[in-house]
């Protein structure tokens, strides 16, 4: 059985996908939402394994609310744009549903119902890091779930070959951006690269340590993380 949340500010649309979800017993609907904001709301509270998620809607638009989620379900689109926006989703490789569709469209949907939440967990990853500003959350994995977490959450982080581990007080989890890439992100003010293959959050730093010609900077979690003597200059102006 399959939690279901539906999100579309157009009665009609959430009808229809009502009427067409009673072919589907294993899928279960647990609740319905006409905007943006209660569609945050109902997924993080609900945490639903699959929604059907309408690209327009007041408050949040459809991209909005998977940037402002805890996890990231199954999402199926659906939305009103023409061929030529569509064309963008399919670049991502996410299933969606054009208005109106049929009970055949959807049914195609359903069956690519356990891919989706890998691509769509692509898409969350672009939004959350491709702005102008400094991303506010990030995409990680937990087990085998797409969660978000707070950058002001990241206590450190470490190299990971291609990919980058976040430590936080209670988690160590895997971003799929490596060390060099989340150093580029994030913002600078709060995250400092001390080592290749290391990077603090200075919000988090509990001691610093002298090491020899180096140091050691015990962090608000109390792991302890070397400071690589090419890097020593950078801790010498916070030192300042």
Not at 28 to 54: Q, R, T, Y
């Amino acid at each position: 059985m399959k939690k279901v949340l539906i999100a579309d500010d157009e009665k009609a649309g959430r009808q229809l996908i009502k009427e067409y979800l009673e072919g589907f017993p294993d899928l279960i609907l647990i609740s319905e939402v006409n905007n943006g904001v209660d569609a945050v709301k109902e997924i993080n509270e609900f945490k639903p394994d699959l929604v059907f998620l309408d690209v327009q809607m007041p408050g949040f638009t459809g991209f909005e609310v998977l940037t402002r989620l805890e996890e990231i379900p199954n999402i199926i689109f659906s939305t009103a744009y023409d061929k030529y926006a569509l064309q963008a989703f399919e670049v991502h490789a996410i299933d969606y549903l054009l208005k109106p569709y049929t009970k055949e469209r959807f049914t195609k949907a359903i069956e690519k119902l356990n891919q989706t939440t890998e691509k769509v967990g692509s898409l969350t990853q672009s939004l959350l890091m491709d702005k102008t500003d400094y991303p506010e959350r990030v995409l990680v994995e937990k087990k085998d779930k797409l969660i978000t977490i707070a950058v002001a959450d990241i206590i450190w982080i470490e190299a990971y070959g291609d990919y980058s581990k976040l430590h936080t007080a209670s988690d160590v989890l895997v971003s799929n951006y490596g060390i060099s890439a989340l150093e580029e992100k994030l913002n600078p003010k709060s995250f400092l690269r001390v080592h290749r293959s290391s990077l603090i959050n200075l919000n988090k730093v509990k001691e610093l340590h002298k090491y020899g010609k180096s140091y050691d900077i015990t962090m608000e979690n109390n792991e302890v993380v070397r400071v690589s003597r090419g890097y020593m200059d950078a801790i010498k102006k916070i030192m300042l």
